[in-house]
């Protein structure tokens, strides 16, 4: 078993910055791919970053070249640095643990922008 941990959500204003933290513990020698994925209130969760253990990096268009996605896998962390928030950025932001039999997920952080 994964379990994950996140933090680092808040309220900002448009055009701030913020990092999100997530830990992992357990049988984290397991996991391939970790990232992010965000659901704004009446939308669906959506992808926003993912990393693989190599470092190969993928964004949603929506937030390419505002985030960056980075990771420690002697640590067993991921981050996400938000730059230049925007409203629509607001959400509540999950970190993913993919391994081969199952993706694994935290409790989620809300982040919040306002114009």
């Known amino acids: 078993q994964v379990q994950l941990a996140e933090s680092g959500g808040g309220l900002v204003q448009a055009g701030g910055s913020l990092r999100l933290s997530c830990t992992g513990s357990g049988s984290t020698s397991s996991i391939n791919a970790m990232g992010w994925y965000r659901q704004a209130p009446g939308k669906e969760r959506e992808l926003v970053a993912t990393i693989s253990r190599g470092g190969n990096t993928n964004y949603a268009g929506s937030v390419k070249g505002r985030f960056t996605i980075s990771r420690d896998n002697v640590k067993d962390m991921v981050w996400l640095q938000m730059n230049d928030l925007k409203p629509e950025d607001t959400a509540v932001y999950y970190c993913?643990?993919?391994?081969?039999?199952?993706?694994?997920w935290g409790q989620g952080t809300q982040v919040t922008v306002s114009s």
């Open positions: 993913i643990g993919a391994t081969w039999a199952q993706n694994y």
